[in-house]
């Protein structure tokens, strides 16, 4: 029997409906293997594996008496500490919700526990999702598993470090501007960004309202469609969820992509900062697509270039007003001995907000404040506009986008701390698909020969189409043969 | 006011009223709607603004806010649109409120209001939805926020849905204020929207008042006033601040744009701040809902299901009925009213004027004394008809009558019982009446000569005597009887 | 672009933020930085584009008007730094500093 802890979430349903294996030796297993990586790693806020050994115990009862919630019944999972959880603190990554306990369960939560999945713990994240290395979490940053000396990306580092480790089959994050995709990218995984409207986002949260979206971070392409088909679908309590039925993403995955039209971006073409051995690893990507019957079409997003401006208005626009909650009044952190309640507000603002979330959160106040509104938040809403109708006009060509992940491989931790729009041009690639809603897949295509690190495929697909996206990443990832090799695992 | 001095200025106020609709949830959770009950006792993740919750609109307040609108002679959007406003206050949990800005869903109506003034048309600038806050407490010092040492907040208003009427200035004194008010109350309370209880601040009211001379390009400097707790309160607040800025400009003083609080006791505005630099509440259009757009077949159907106005009905109440207009205006009141009075007069026989006028002078004497709303009476519009019916056929006198309804107003019972238990009802026993009618016959000599003498004509005129005595309560049959066989 | 320190303190009010000097002087710079990308799109011509608040053509989204239960008065509490007979106690409350 292989090694439990590098075995996918479908293979080990797999295993337990063969009777080669319980519930129980499974979460038993990712347990140990949590415990041994994360001195090294970071990347718990809040274990629970005791609920998670007692809770695979209770599957275990449950498919002994033929009464499995879901073939994944007892599997377990981890959730970025974005996702409000009854059963654990929730904190966001930020000291100002310290200790904070929702009396209710996030819509994927729930969704999760009814398919009887088992809860290892809470992960790691930049503070508010803020961030594209984990080293803005408010309680220290996660490593990478690949180099503990380089960050894992962002913001759901906690749970692509963990993921990469074999620290857990499969793990929810969530993407406002590329913080499933980006970090999944830098650990050598499977990262998806669902098309807006299709992951409730009751009980996640808010960052950005209108950008964000919850989505799967894994090893494996089948994994990630399964866990997205567990919390996929409309959820009342979202104003914004697509009420829609989800198709079926998991059994059509093998169906291959002969004559799908794949777009690759003329403007992405050596863009500006893009690793030689990412553009090396990429390119042959395209080519390996071609090989598999693609066919390759160059097509124009011009308006793409103005993504990043456009996304760095509206995120901090959003966010000023999402995280304006947090005032010491009802909940969390409350600065002490202030005499009035200006004076209160405002020090247990400054006090439990880190620096880049208040960077944001002055940023998006400008943007909105009287006067500026037209000349920043009103154009940035505009140019969402343009990079929509870039995007509708490609797909008049082509089937699926293709692009690098991130224009680079992790890197090291403080490198980009001391400049935040370095920082932000590492989601330029990743942004633009937030700002028009698609969906969007970053999938390992090895590891980059200048560094060994690990190098993601970005493939962008229109709203709503998730199968061809799936399909095309799965064809992809088999005949690369990566995930399932030994160089597919860090070394640590 | 009118002596000349003051006619030398011209007084602009635009009344800002918040109503907070009787749905049965709130705006963008389950919570339920209410006042009663513990504090924090009817809050959820939504309405306390905790991280990670989301609003959903309640599609009846929308129609609530449609049903306002079109009553205000208003355009509705095609599309209209939520946004944020955003400032920090602790009564409100997210720090934002939920409201709308550029994309109301009514706007450009009018409402018509009648006085000594005449009657004019008061334009509404816009009716919008919005969510209401949670209550603060004010701890230490006199109670008020200014002098409190702390304050204590309770959140199960938080959320309620709010809708805001913004009327043009287009109010041109104190006494069209109240009018406006006292109109804009009537129809919502006919709308079944909101029970419109100003003390309770289920309706809510801020003016802006400002005076210039007549004529003048500008408006005055822009005071804003709260704290208005009733029609009454309205009227004295806006009539001592057309007073305040008018001696003010009288005597060369400049006015500041402020905001004054109104204090009940004093029947004053003192100022509550000065507003030197203009909120900045960063409008944006909400992300967490998507645009509402109403199927104009929808509009059509809440339009004509709209009830009669009570502008319509009190019209209506002085033709169809011939009511003096102190009836009307009492009748009309209020809703429970109107129909009470309709209903007791459909039942009613005669002039449904008889009927309004034991409703407006005696039933309403006994409800004041009660100090209870007719709803809350025992008596049924049915029962005072029947009252009234006794009256009519000389069962009862009117001054038996109000003996009688007082009794009713009391227990409950039908005039008839009434009029039993205190004997009011005709004596048809023999024995009872042979008194009286021997003291006719003494009395009426030449009569029961002509009766003895076979004219039984005028046998009627005897019965008409013994009536007479018995203050009517004689059964007339019995009566005929008796004074044939005592003179046959 | 240059944000001068008006404008920084004006919008750290608004934003509620009790920032350092240090800190007002650091945002100075990096404001004036992240919004100097932005002016890229300052230079763009769009007078005849639509903004995009939601990237999902939904609208009327609307519940039934259903009473559910709320929380237990604990349960809402529970999170509060400080209370009083039920009621979550904050400091004086004063007009915008
Ligand atoms: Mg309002
Ligand atoms: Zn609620």
């Known amino acids: 029997m292989p090694d439990l802890h590098w075995t996918g979430a479908r293979e080990l349903a797999r295993m337990i409906e063969g009777g080669d294996v319980t519930a129980e030796e499974i979460a038993a297993a990712f347990v140990a293997r949590s415990e041994a990586v994360e001195p090294s790693l970071h990347a718990y806020l809040h274990p629970t594996f005791d609920e998670a050994i007692d809770d695979a115990r209770a599957a275990d009862r449950r498919r002994a008496a033929g009464e499995a919630r879901s073939a994944f019944d007892g599997v377990p999972v981890a959730y970025k500490d974005i996702f409000c959880t009854r059963a654990a603190p929730t904190t966001s990554g930020s000291k100002i919700l310290d200790g904070f306990r929702p009396p209710y369960d996030a819509t994927v939560v729930a969704r999760c526990g009814a398919a009887g999945l088992a809860m290892l713990g809470k992960l790691n994240m930049d503070e508010f999702a803020m961030g594209s290395s984990t080293e803005n979490s408010g309680f220290g940053p996660t490593k990478n598993p690949w180099d503990l000396e380089r960050v894992p990306g962002g913001s759901s580092g906690g749970s692509t470090a963990l993921v990469a480790a074999g620290g857990t089959p499969w793990a929810w994050g969530t993407d406002t501007g590329g913080s499933v995709r980006q970090p999944a990218s830098l650990c050598g995984l499977v990262g998806v960004k669902p098309t807006y409207g299709m992951v409730s986002r009751y009980g996640i949260v808010a960052f950005a309202s209108s950008l964000d979206q919850a989505g799967p971070v894994t090893r494996k392409v089948e994994d990630a469609a399964a866990l997205l088909q567990l919390a996929a679908g409309h959820d009342p309590y979202d104003s914004t969820s697509i009420p829609r039925d989800v198709p079926d993403l998991v059994s059509g995955i093998d169906g291959g992509i002969d004559g799908m039209r794949v777009g690759i971006v003329r403007e992405f073409q050596g863009a500006e900062g893009t690793q030689p051995g990412v553009a090396q690893r990429v390119e042959e990507a395209y080519a390996r697509l071609e090989k598999l019957g693609a066919r390759l079409e160059e097509i124009s997003l011009p308006s793409f270039e103005h993504g990043i401006s456009a996304y760095y208005l509206v995120a901090p626009a959003e966010a000023s007003s999402n995280l304006a909650r947090y005032d010491g009044v009802r909940y969390g952190f409350r600065a002490s001995g202030a005499p009035d309640i200006v004076s209160m507000m405002s020090r247990t603002r400054d006090e439990g907000f880190g620096d880049e979330v208040k960077r944001r959160v002055m940023l998006g106040t400008y943007a909105l404040a009287a006067g500026y509104y037209d000349a920043y938040y009103g154009k940035a809403q505009k140019v969402r506009t343009l990079i929509t109708r870039d995007l509708e006009r490609a797909y008049e060509q082509v089937d699926l986008i293709v692009s690098p992940t991130s224009p680079t491989t992790a890197f090291r931790l403080g490198e980009r701390t001391s400049d935040p729009l370095a920082m932000y041009l590492s989601d330029i690639f990743t942004v633009p698909v937030n700002m028009a809603g698609n969906a969007a897949i970053s999938v390992p295509c090895g590891t980059s020969p200048d560094d060994g690190l690990p190098v993601g495929l970005q493939i962008i697909a229109r709203s709503l189409d998730e199968q061809t996206m799936f399909r095309a990443a799965y064809a992809f990832e088999q005949d690369l043969g990566w995930i399932d090799s030994a160089e597919g695992r860090p070394s640590l | 006011m009118s002596t000349t001095v003051e006619d030398r200025y011209k007084t602009t106020i635009g009344l800002e009223t918040h109503v907070e609709l009787s749905t049965s949830s709130k705006m963008f959770c389950g919570c339920e709607v209410g006042f009663a009950g513990e504090p924090n006792t009817r809050t959820c993740p939504v309405c306390l603004g905790m991280p990670g919750s989301l609003p959903v609109a309640n599609a009846t307040a929308i129609e609530y806010t449609l049903r306002i609108a079109l009553a205000l002679n208003c355009t509705i959007a095609p599309r209209s649109l939520f946004h944020r406003k955003n400032y920090f206050y602790p009564d409100m949990p997210k720090n934002y409120q939920i409201s709308q800005y550029d994309y109301p869903v009514g706007s450009q109506g009018f409402l018509e209001i009648s006085g000594d003034f005449g009657t004019k048309r008061v334009g509404i600038n816009r009716v919008h939805l919005e969510e209401d806050t949670g209550k603060s407490i004010h701890v230490g010092g006199s109670g008020r926020i200014a002098d409190s040492d702390y304050s204590l907040e309770d959140f199960n208003r938080a959320g309620t849905p709010l809708v805001e009427i913004v009327s043009e200035p287009d109010i041109g004194s104190a006494e069209e204020a109240r009018a406006y008010v006292t109109e804009l109350r009537a129809l919502l309370e006919s709308l079944g929207v909101s029970d419109v209880r100003m003390e309770e601040g289920s309706m809510r009211v801020d003016a802006n008042v400002s005076v210039a001379l007549q004529g003048a390009e500008e408006f005055g400097a822009k005071v804003e006033v709260k704290n208005m707790n009733s029609i009454r309160s309205v009227g004295r607040a806006l009539e001592f601040e057309e007073k305040r800025q008018r001696d003010a400009l009288a005597n060369g003083e400049t006015l500041v744009q402020e905001t004054r609080h109104f204090d009940e006791k004093t029947s004053t505005t003192s100022s509550l701040r000065t507003k030197e630099f203009a909120f900045d509440y960063r409008y944006f259009p909400e992300p967490d809902l998507v645009p509402f757009q109403p199927d104009p077949e929808w509009v059509e159907s809440i339009r004509d299901a709209l009830p009669e106005t009570p502008a319509a009905r009190r019209e209506r109440f002085a033709t169809t009925y011939g009511l003096s207009d102190y009836d009307v205006g009492v009748l009309t009141s209020s809703v429970a009213t109107s129909d009470w009075f309709e209903a007791a007069a459909t039942v009613y026989a005669g002039e449904p004027k008889r009927v309004a006028n034991w409703i407006s002078a005696d039933l309403f004497g006994l409800l004041n004394e009660a100090g209870i709303e007719l709803a809350q009476a025992k008596i049924t519009p049915a029962q005072l008809a029947g009252l009234v019916q006794l009256v009519d056929d000389g069962t009862i006198s009117g001054k038996q009558a109000k003996t009688v309804l007082a009794q009713m107003f009391a227990s409950g019972s039908d005039a008839q019982d009434v009029v039993a238990d205190l004997g009011l009802q005709q004596v048809s026993d023999e024995s009872a009446l042979e008194a009286a009618v021997d003291e006719v016959i003494a009395e009426n000599e030449d009569a029961a000569a002509k009766v003895r003498a076979g004219q039984l004509n005028t046998i009627g005129f005897l019965v008409g005597q013994v009536m007479k005595k018995t203050k009517g309560r004689a059964n007339p049959g019995i009566v005929n009887d008796l004074l044939k066989r005592k003179l046959g | ?97």
């Open chain 3, 1 to 97: 672009m240059t944000i001068d320190r008006a404008a920084v303190d004006h919008i750290a009010r608004l934003a509620r933020l009790d920032l350092s000097d240090a800190e007002r002087t650091r945002m100075r710079t990096e404001l004036a930085q992240i919004l100097g990308h932005a002016e890229r799109i300052q230079s763009l011509d769009l007078d005849e584009v639509e903004p995009t608040s939601h990237s999902i053509p939904l609208s009327n989204v609307m519940r039934d008007d259903e009473a559910r239960p709320s929380l237990p008065q604990e349960e809402a509490l529970r999170n509060a730094p400080d209370t009083e007979d039920g009621r979550i106690k904050v400091p004086r409350i004063i007009e915008d500093a």
